[in-house]
């Protein structure tokens, strides 16, 4: 045990703690609200750096962030097939043919009220099923390729999209639908103009929710059976192997995948629902 | 009677629906089996004979709902609870842990809020990260997690609980900061004109007004939980618990087992998030916050 590191890791926290605190106590500028997380993040690499020297916690058991940062220099061309894969090929195929499956499903029922009550609570109790368990069985049918990863992405983003889809298809008001009524709206025009702009706050909350739940798919169906690469595959295998830098390579591989895609989806629905109020911020 | 109907009615209907095209499904998936039987043996089947031949294979590629539910009959009712064969008793592993973790993380989740509602230093540098993690996919970390806490010799319960605690912990998080700030600026100006400590207003205000919030977000945290316990399960070596039970039937090709196992895990999930509903209805009776 080296006694300077751990000191200074515990030295190193107080003083940020103490800086993000004054910092909060300053005037609340956009400049303010970046930089303190960005701090607190910071702090958790350096701590978790020193610690892991100065306690000699072996590479096996949690690899020091620099370690794992060369790891992830030194693998790029497998981590890019890796996430070529997996995020590329299973889980956005996945996802596109999921979103919009559930999506034109909560269209075609939208016209039969008796189909919405009966799927509305069936779609909700499904969606806190653990459907991850699906994986196996598609595994089994669709073979160890990307096709049945996808398959397994479907199934996972289909419900919770669905049910998004179908609740906020019924959040146009009364007073809306009757306006549309008196001006002689045919039904198709009613729902592209009216309901299915109404609707674009809970399709984008789907959108988003299924974003994660995609990435999460894709990569626990490979535990099941996968070629020799992706995702899944490399983090399953380099467990086994106790090569644990490359293994937080590939998890950082991952969150930064997910934290993009749900990115991009957040964008998409500031262009598309910038009316809202919970836009306008 | 009609009301009933309109209650249950379009349910009913959706679920029978499912079951007609899950044996329609089982017809078309494995009839391919059946007819590659008939090659080798020869003779005929008439067109029924073939449909029950597919839906009472040994190892189908679907099996049919009346299959599944036989095996699960077998494997709950017909064996004692301590045979490593019943599913009673790989379904209480993994209930379990997936209390132990969904306990600790919702303690956790409640603790961390509180320290974020009150604090400002927390609020900014904690929460974007908070906010952030949900978008990782956590799930993938289950197995090293599993790995490296045998490696310094924890094993059993622990270890699932951990992972099914981390998965319940972020939905309690942001679920109870937006509770603890539902109070608007006139109650909480109220509760200055009285004069209120900081420890009463959250007690006397701030905890009751975010009952709503907290249940709804334990019923997507005991969900997550359930999920994170079955993931855990996978790498152990497939020895005990409802995911070791899709682990092993998936490598033997027993479809009827991770059927079951599956069933079994959706029924654990349903019995979890009824109980929370349960708890919910009556709190929130209780309190007045319902109707």
Redesign the interface.
């Known amino acids: 045990m080296n006694t300077t590191l751990v000191l200074g890791a515990i030295v190193f926290w107080l003083a940020a ?1 103490g800086l ?2 004054w ?3 300053q005037k609340q500028t956009r400049f ?2 970046v930089i ?2 960005v ?3 910071i702090t958790l690499l350096v701590v978790w750096e020193l610690l892991v020297r100065g306690l000699n916690i072996k590479a ?3 690899p020091p962030p620099s370690m794992i940062g060369a790891k992830f220099v030194d693998s790029l061309p497998i981590l890019w097939a890796d996430f070529q894969q997996t995020f590329i090929k299973g889980a956005l195929s996945g996802y596109f043919i999921g979103c919009g499956a559930a999506f034109l499903t909560a269209i075609a029922i939208d016209r039969s009220p ?6 509305l ?2 779609g909700n ?1 499904v969606a ?3 459907i ?3 994986a ?2 598609l ?3 669709l073979g160890f390729g990307w096709q049945s990863k996808a398959a397994v992405v479907v199934i996972m983003v289909f419900f919770p999209m669905l049910v998004n889809t179908v609740q906020g298809l019924q959040a146009a008001d009364h007073m809306q639908k009757d306006l549309m009524r008196t001006y002689a709206a045919s039904y198709w025009q009613s729902l592209l103009k009216l309901r299915l702009p109404a609707a674009a706050p809970f399709i984008f909350n789907g959108l988003k929710i299924s ?2 739940l995609a ?2 798919g894709a ?2 169906a490979e ?3 996968s070629p020799i690469v992706g ?2 595959f490399r ?2 295998t380099e ?2 192997r ?1 090569s ?1 830098d490359m ?1 937080w390579a ?2 950082a591989v ?2 930064m995948a ?2 993009a ?3 991009v989806v957040s964008l998409l629905e500031r262009a598309a629902t910038f009316w809202h109020p919970s836009q306008r911020g | 009677m009609k009301r009933l109907w309109n209650r249950f ?7 029978f629906g ?1 079951i007609v095209l899950w044996y329609v499904m089982a017809v078309a ?1 494995n009839s391919a089996w059946t007819i590659d039987k008939l090659g080798r043996t020869g003779g005929e089947l008439s067109v029924v004979e073939h449909i029950a031949d597919t839906w009472s294979q040994d190892k189908p ?1 679907l099996p049919a709902p009346h299959q599944v539910v036989a095996e699960i009959w077998k494997t709950t009712v017909q064996k004692s609870i301590t045979s490593k064969r019943s599913l009673i008793y790989h379904a209480w592993i993994t209930l379990s842990a997936t209390l132990a973790g969904f306990g600790l993380g919702t303690v956790l989740g409640i603790l961390l809020a509180v320290g974020i509602v009150h604090n ?2 927390m ?7 908070v906010i ?1 993690s ?8 289950a ?2 997690i599993i ?2 806490l045998n ?2 010799g924890v094993t059993g319960l622990l270890p699932k609980a951990i992972i099914s605690m981390y998965l319940s912990f972020f939905p309690v998080v942001v679920g109870m900061v937006k509770g603890f700030r539902s109070p608007d600026q006139m109650q909480l100006d109220q509760m200055r004109t009285w004069y209120a400590s900081k420890w009463q207003t959250f007690w006397k205000l701030r905890w009751p007004s975010s009952m709503p919030y907290l249940f709804t977000s334990l ?1 997507i945290g005991v ?1 997550a939980a ?2 994170g316990t ?2 855990a399960e ?2 152990t070596g497939a020895v005990r618990g ?2 070791a039970r ?2 092993a ?2 490598y033997y ?1 027993q ?1 009827i087992q ?2 079951s ?2 069933l079994m ?2 029924s654990l ?2 019995g979890l ?1 009824a109980i929370v509903s349960l708890v919910e209805r009556f709190t929130l009776r209780r309190m007045g916050m319902l109707r």
């Open positions: 703690w993000n605190i910092l909060s106590k303010i609200r303190v997380p701090i607190f993040g096996v058991l949690l008796f189909l919405q009550k009966g799927l609570p069936v109790f806190a099923l653990p991850i368990g699906m196996p069985i595994v089994m049918w974003t994660t990435l999460i990569i626990v535990f099941f059976g995702m899944g983090i399953s467990v086994g106790l644990l293994v590939e998890i991952a969150a997910g934290s895609f749900y990115g | 009615g379009p349910v009913i209907t959706v679920v499912i998936l590629k400002k230093a609020n900014l540098s904690v929460m974007p990260w952030a949900q978008t990782i996919p956590i799930l993938a970390i197995p090293m790995v490296v490696a310094i019923k969900a359930l999920v079955i993931v996978l790498p409802l995911g899709l682990l039937g998936s090709g479809t991770i059927w196992a599956l895990a959706a999930a349903a998030v």
